[in-house]
């Protein structure tokens, strides 16, 4: 195995827009949150905003909460799909006792109850939408302790991030598990701001609307970790430099500008680069004295302190391979279908079906259908294909490949394009024949943990084979199937 990186693409990095302004208010659509753990509501109870809707057992799992006073109409049993798999890639609790059943908790708004009006005033409002408030009064910790911030951010939760695998609480409560934490700190904090697939800048986007919050957040979070100089590693944007330069300075954190050469932003890229550690594929980043972050993640502990008002919204970016089209920018409340976000994806269910990913188009996961579980299915009042996708929790990006087309593989032509490509030395296809041939030996399985699943080598194989699937396929863990 090398020690070096190389390999990977440059593609055409596209231009950071700052996101539209949160809003104090939103339309109040029904929402279906998809929650891990048993839910503690049932069905037709009355809850209130913030209310939790589970509460799990095990420490480092977030207890989920309700964003909006609603009803609980339905409770969905379904399996885990590959986007749960993919964001819970490098959790420790997850690989080895991985979920086998997820619930959407679906939920009716409940309107305020408004005082006596006259039936003029009760015309005019039914001709008003809905809305409901897009940040809970809820006020942060007042002691400045990391346990203290852990179980806000645990009965709050969950706190996801895009494409690093490992959220906040669970990389919190390992730190945690460290009875010697204060005197022995994680060695470094790592915010990632480069963007995970550079022709679609969304974690650019975020940085240039809120620098200041990015920043403060981060020193927030070193302070309570005890780390003395956060970093924060951004793409080498001479324009997004300038607007985040000042406030690192003010805030002693640590800007570092990197060329975005796909997969560089990837956590075992990040910790290989920047701290000279290796961290394989499927490990966690505290497992070598990391904690990694994402911009969202520390504005949102920023506006928090700041406004005393915790968002329920997240960002999300729709772009589509177009490079004249830019990527559209909302803010979105998880459990919301995604045609209520975006009206030029409202009525192409048909169209949309299998083109619409969660992520990039080299790495993302195709949104389909929740598959039921068999009891479910039979009592179920709505088909599963009848269930809309929608935007869950971390879904950051979404790329809508409506207008591609699908191009049919063909046998290998030995031109060595995808070892060329593979920024971890691997000989990607050769390693996909032993799968396919069953040749389930050692030295696979030792190449497989430095796979890190970039598609890379499906992107350049001029015969359109399936290679990243079949690696992909090969890593996951064997998740048991409901009966």
């Not at 951004?234 to 954190?253: T, V, W």
């Not at 594929?281 to 969202?296: A, C, F, K, L």
């Not at 992107?459 to 992909?472: E, F, K």
Request: hydrophobic share 35%; net charge positive; with cysteine.
């Amino acid at each position: 195995m090398p020690t070096h990186f190389h390999g990977g693409m440059t593609f055409q990095a596209g231009k950071p827009y700052p996101f539209p302004s949160l809003p104090k208010n939103i339309p109040a659509h029904p929402l279906r949150i998809t929650v891990t753990d048993p839910p503690i509501v049932t069905v037709g109870q009355t809850i209130t905003a913030s209310q939790k809707l589970t509460e799990p057992f095990k420490p480092q799992s977030p207890c989920y909460f309700s964003p909006i006073p609603a009803t609980v109409t339905h409770i969905t049993p379904w399996q885990p799909d590959d986007f749960h798999r993919h964001t819970h890639a490098r959790n420790p609790h997850e690989i080895n006792h991985p979920t086998t059943q997820l619930y959407d908790i679906h939920l009716k708004p409940i309107p305020p109850s408004p005082p006596a009006a006259s039936a003029c005033d009760q015309s005019a409002d039914e001709n008003n939408p809905l809305t409901v408030p897009a940040a809970l009064n809820i006020a942060p910790p007042d002691k400045p302790t990391l346990k203290s911030w852990f179980q806000h951010f645990r009965a709050l939760g969950p706190w996801p991030q895009d494409e690093i695998g490992c959220d906040l609480i669970t990389q919190l409560a390992a730190v945690l598990h460290n009875k010697h934490y204060q005197s022995k700190p994680p060695k470094s904090l790592i915010c990632i701001g480069m963007d995970a697939y550079s022709p679609y800048p969304d974690r650019s986007s975020l940085l240039l609307s809120y620098p200041d919050d990015a920043v403060l957040g981060l020193q927030i979070l070193g302070n309570l970790l005890n780390v003395k100089r956060p970093k924060l590693v951004i793409d080498a944007n001479p324009h997004l430099e300038g607007f985040l330069k000042n406030p690192c300075k003010s805030f002693k954190i640590k800007l570092l500008c990197a060329r975005n050469r796909y997969p560089a932003p990837d956590p075992t890229l990040i910790a290989h680069t920047l701290e000279n550690t290796k961290l394989p594929q499927n490990g966690s980043p505290t497992d070598v004295g990391i904690v990694m972050v994402t911009p969202w993640t520390v504005i949102r502990i920023a506006r928090w302190m700041t406004r005393r008002q915790l968002d329920v919204l997240q960002p999300v970016m729709i772009a589509e391979p177009h490079r004249d089209k830019h990527p559209q920018r909302h803010f979105a409340m998880p459990g919301t279908e995604i045609c209520c976000v975006d009206h030029t994806l409202h009525g192409c269910t048909e169209r949309l079906r299998g083109k619409l990913i969660a992520g990039n188009p080299l790495t993302g996961n195709q949104l389909c259908a929740p598959a039921l579980v068999a009891q479910q299915q039979e009592h179920s009042r709505r088909a599963p294909d009848s269930l809309p996708p929608t935007i869950r929790h971390g879904m950051q990006l979404l790329t809508n490949l409506a207008s591609t087309h699908h191009l049919e593989p063909a046998p290998c032509i030995t031109c060595g394009w995808c070892v060329d490509a593979c920024p971890t030395g691997l000989q990607p296809v050769h390693l996909a024949e032993q799968i396919h041939n069953h040749q389930n030996s050692k030295q696979l399985q030792d190449h497989l943990q430095y796979c890190i699943g970039c598609g890379l080598c499906t992107h350049v194989c001029p015969s359109h084979l399936p290679i990243a699937q079949i690696l992909a396929q090969a890593n996951a863990p064997i998740t048991p199937q409901i009966k």
